[in-house]
């Protein structure tokens, strides 16, 4: 704590062509603020050239809050990633996307959860906003929110869509964003996967919701099937790197993705008639080839969009 005994809190969000980041500012300045807090914005601009910069400090004026605008090229989010967490010198660091709206109360619960939880990282769920002419199984199997998910009753990786952690953690200080995957998607589950094999501790805050609409080109099945596959891709990687030079324990990985992937292909066949239990198994499936692909050597794609 600073000797203003002040907690001070850096908001980051990175951004990349996005003209929705205006309203997503725009709901930072309805924000509940202790008067106990120091609140600064931190905006990363990810482009190749400062297109974002006219929108973003127009935009973060209005809130009302102290801000930094950061133009930190190209087309990586994890050099944007990283040059919030170098720009920042808050007690606690917050990254929300470019295309999200926080409630409210959202600071206010991160925090709560984060001081009596006694916790380095919390959590928020990302709630989708479905449009009208979305498919109705998507819109009722809400596929596209985004919550943490727990490993015997622990939560062991994270994501930047809605997060605040402390900076200074003993597991997180230093840490950055791995550059090689800032193209391919995963770069956060990494890196919150490492703080929690470092001792640090992830909580969750139902509270602190912040919402995302979702747009059109990703309200297919096709666009979902390769997200899942990504992530897969994603875990086969941590697997690998977690496995080192051990070639049994490659070969154990392997087999039970192998096995994983079969019996959810299985599944899915089995389901052919029931259209949500297909696609859930269906999607079940490519999460599970994702992990098969990356362990025999296949590069991470890149997403479309």
Known sequence: MPATGKLSIDICVCTFRRPHLADTLRSLAQLRINPGWRVNLIIADNDDTASARELAESAARDTGLAYTYIHAPARNISIARNACLNKATGDLVAFIDD??????????????????????????????????????????ADVHSTRPSWV????????????????????????????DLGRTGGEDTVFFSTICKAGGRITYAPE?????????????????????????????????????????????????????????????????????????WLLRSALHMGVVSRL??????????
Request: hydrophobic residues 45%; glycine residues 6%.
């Open 296 to 305: 025999l050597g296949r590069k991470i794609i890149e997403p479309r969009s």
């Open 208 to 280: 602190a919701l912040v919402t995302e609409e979702v747009p059109a080109n990703r309200a297919n099945l096709s666009w979902l099937f390769r997200r899942r596959y990504r992530s897969g891709q994603t875990h086969g990687l941590l697997l690998l790197e977690a496995s080192g030079f051990g070639l049994l324990r490659r070969i154990e990985n392997f087999v039970v993705a192998e096995v994983k992937a079969f019996f959810c292909f299985i599944m899915t066949l089995l389901t052919v008639w029931h259209l949500d239990r297909m696609r859930y």
């Open 99 to 140: 295309d999200e709206l926080v409630t409210p109360e959202w600071l206010e619960a991160m925090v709560t959860a984060y001081e009596q939880k006694n916790a380095d990282v919390v959590l928020g769920p990302v709630r989708a906003e479905y449009a009208a002419d979305c498919p109705e199984w998507m819109r009722k």
């Open 152 to 179: 015997n009753g622990k939560i062991i990786t994270g994501y930047t869509s809605n997060v605040l952690f402390n900076r200074t953690a003993k597991s997180i200080a230093g840490l950055r964003f791995r550059a």
